[in-house]
């Protein structure tokens, strides 16, 4: 595997085969070390302060949490990596989040105020687009079956919350009664 500076400049600049090769070595610490570094400049740079720490951890935890789902939403839809791949090329899609720190700092002179908002929802769909193509490289899928690995899971939980949504339209006053029941 190449160094970290290597990797961070294949997943910015050259990411296809940057990805490939980490979900094929599978090799975590490095790639999670750096997904660390990028959630922690991300955290740091949107809460200025200890707090922002924070969002490495729950970042990470996230990390590992998707990478569970969209491992098994790929496998569903036929895909032939694994685990450990999958999550060492979706720790490296998380890079963008390292330039976080200087688009903070663009907030520090004077710019248009919709300047800094612009480039860090460039930063979140670069992230997602480097995402997809973790997914697609890590299981050999086409984009497209990527893609529908990654909005599978969205679609689920929307359908699932407009089901408990008519489920207490439904139920409507009574909803109270089943927590609440004065017996």
Do not use: C
Not at 91 to 107: E, H, I, M, N, W
Not at 148 to 159: G, K, Y
């Amino acid at each position: 595997m190449k160094g970290p500076l290597d990797l961070v400049a294949g997943a910015l600049a050259d990411p296809v085969p940057t990805l490939r090769q980490a979900a094929e070595e599978a090799r975590l610490p490095l790639p999670l070390a750096i997904a660390a570094a990028a959630l922690a400049v991300a955290g740091l740079a949107a809460m200025r302060g200890p707090i922002g720490l924070l969002w490495m951890g729950f970042g990470l935890a996230g990390l590992f949490f998707l990478a569970a789902v969209l491992q098994l939403t790929a496998d569903l839809l036929g895909g032939r990596g694994t685990g450990r791949g999958l999550l060492a090329a979706l720790a490296l899609a998380q890079t963008p989040a390292l330039l976080t720190a200087p688009v903070a700092a663009l907030g520090l002179v004077p710019s248009p105020s919709w300047l800094g908002a612009a480039l860090r929802a460039a930063l979140g769909l670069w992230t997602v687009v480097l995402e997809v193509l973790a997914v697609r490289e890590a299981h050999r899928l086409s984009t497209g079956r990527a893609l529908a690995v990654m909005l599978l899971p969205v679609v689920a939980l929307l359908l699932l919350a407009l089901l408990v949504l008519g489920a207490v339209v439904w139920m409507g006053p009574g909803v109270p009664d089943l927590f609440f029941s004065s017996r």
